[in-house]
């Protein structure tokens, strides 16, 4: 059953957090625990993003009050490299937003996640 908001009833969204330390791989891209891989296109898929795939939104998007770490699943994946992502409130509310491939990144399930209150 999925919550309907956080205490006092307050629309609430799910948050990726992460538990360890993000830092810079040798490619620019940011890793957590571990160390980054030297060749991270060794890994087959590695940073393919598909249809149905849970995603993290990397940045604040306050037109639609989204916040870098917001969760959402990927419903279409553009020709042109764009990605439409549906985000869902913990009310049932949704949103679907066009976002580019560096406005999000695949969730690697290396946090945690939480509730966060939604943007009013």
Same mark, same amino acid.
């Given at each position: 059953?999925?919550?309907?908001?956080?205490? #006092? #009833?307050?629309?609430?969204? $799910?948050?990726?957090?992460?538990?360890?330390?993000?830092?810079?791989?040798?490619?620019?891209?940011?890793?957590?625990? @571990?160390?980054?891989?030297?060749?991270?296109?060794?890994? *087959?898929?590695?940073?393919?993003?598909?249809?149905?795939?849970?995603?993290? *939104?990397?940045?604040? $998007?306050?037109?639609? @009050?989204?916040?870098?770490?917001?969760?959402?699943?990927?419903?279409?994946?553009?020709?042109?490299?764009?990605?439409?992502?549906?985000?869902?409130?913990?009310?049932?509310?949704?949103? *679907?937003?066009?976002?580019?491939?560096?406005?999000?990144?695949? *969730?690697?399930?290396? @946090?945690?996640?939480?509730?966060?209150?939604?943007?009013?």
């Amino acid at each position: 059953m999925i919550n309907q908001g956080l205490a #006092g #009833g307050e629309p609430a969204i $799910l948050s990726a957090v992460p538990n360890q330390e993000e830092r810079a791989g040798p490619d620019g891209r940011l890793w957590r625990g @571990g160390e980054p891989r030297s060749d991270p296109s060794s890994v *087959l898929g590695a940073d393919m993003i598909q249809e149905l795939d849970s995603v993290i *939104l990397a940045c604040d $998007l306050a037109t639609h @009050g989204l916040k870098k770490g917001d969760i959402g699943t990927v419903v279409l994946v553009g020709d042109t490299g764009s990605y439409e992502v549906e985000f869902i409130a913990a009310d049932g509310e949704t949103k *679907l937003v066009a976002l580019s491939r560096k406005e999000i990144r695949s *969730l690697d399930h290396a @946090g945690s996640l939480q509730l966060r209150p939604a943007a009013n």
